[in-house]
């Protein structure tokens, strides 16, 4: 029997279903991620609102989607796959100013100058991805 992480990643059978098997989860937890906003305070209407819900839904899906191409250029699945989707969505996302830095005190980039925001953000938002994959078993 065929290991999971070792199917052929190049059919369009396996494309196919990599592009349109995320778009149940992304709603799933877009939902649930608006609703933990709510939770802590975001007024209802804020926090399920057309443009939120599509930001939390639409940046789950291209997360998921993103690393469809990089699986079949390798011919497999991996973590680092997982590593540079999030990490190119983490320095996008700061760049155009609508993420910020997790887990990184705010004067970390006035100490440091020759470290953008956004290269932070690839590093941070990047081996979060990477760190659950490997939790997760994905092979590197």
């Known amino acids: 029997m065929e290991s999971y992480y070792r199917r052929s990643t190049r059919t369009f059978t396996y494309q196919k279903d990599c592009i349109l098997s995320p778009i149940i989860s992304s709603i799933t937890f877009g939902g649930i991620f608006a609703g933990i906003d709510a939770v802590q305070g975001v007024p209802l209407a804020q926090a399920f609102s057309p443009r939120m819900l599509g930001r939390y839904m639409g940046g789950i899906y291209v997360y998921n989607v993103v690393q469809c191409p990089m699986e079949a250029i390798h011919g497999r699945q991996s973590l680092l796959h997982n590593v540079m ?48 994959s490997a939790f997760g078993g994905k092979p590197l």
């Open 85 to 132: 989707a999030a990490g190119m969505l983490g320095y996008v996302g700061v760049s155009r100013g609508v993420l910020g830095v997790p887990f990184v005190d705010p004067t970390f980039t006035y100490r440091y100058p020759q470290v953008s925001a956004p290269m932070l953000a690839f590093m941070i938002y990047g081996g979060i991805a990477g760190a659950l």
